[in-house]
Nanobody, 119 residues
Framework: QVQVAESGGGSVQLGGSLRLSCVGSGFTMDDHPIAWFRQAPGKEREWVACIGSGGVPTYADFVNGRFTISRVANTIYLQMDSLEPEDTAVYYC???????????????WGQGTLVTVSS
């Protein structure tokens, strides 16, 4: 079964760090774009970072150089430094994988991992 699974969330104080992991199975992760999203209670899910099949990372503006996305084999990492209370959310990993029907791809989401940042 094609799936992704996040881990590494936890509770930290302002300025702390966490490293999230996203492990894929059932497909080759480095052949597909992988993204991190997050969702805080009462807010819409928002995009955080993405790494393409070529390994080029992109980030949302609010990251401000604090996060780093990387890929090693079947695992995507999101290193988060200088965390702020506003970063508190459930973080999700999402992969776009090939599909045999239009639009020729489908999104595969993980279950999420909770990040809590206290001031």
């Amino acid at each position: 079964q094609v799936q992704v699974a996040e881990s590494g969330g936890g509770s930290v104080q302002l300025g702390g760090s966490l490293r999230l992991s996203c492990v894929g199975s059932g497909f080759t992760m480095d052949d597909h774009p992988i993204a991190w999203f997050r969702q805080a209670p009462g807010k819409e899910r928002e995009w955080v970072a993405c790494i393409g099949s070529g390994g080029v990372p992109t980030y949302a503006d609010f990251v401000n150089g604090r996060f780093t996305i990387s890929r090693v084999a079947n695992t995507i990492y999101l290193q988060m430094d200088s965390l702020e209370p506003e970063d508190t959310a459930v973080y999700y990993c999402k992969a776009d994988v090939d599909s045999n029907s239009p639009p020729w791809y489908r999104e595969v989401w993980g279950q999420g991992t909770l990040v809590t940042v206290s001031s």
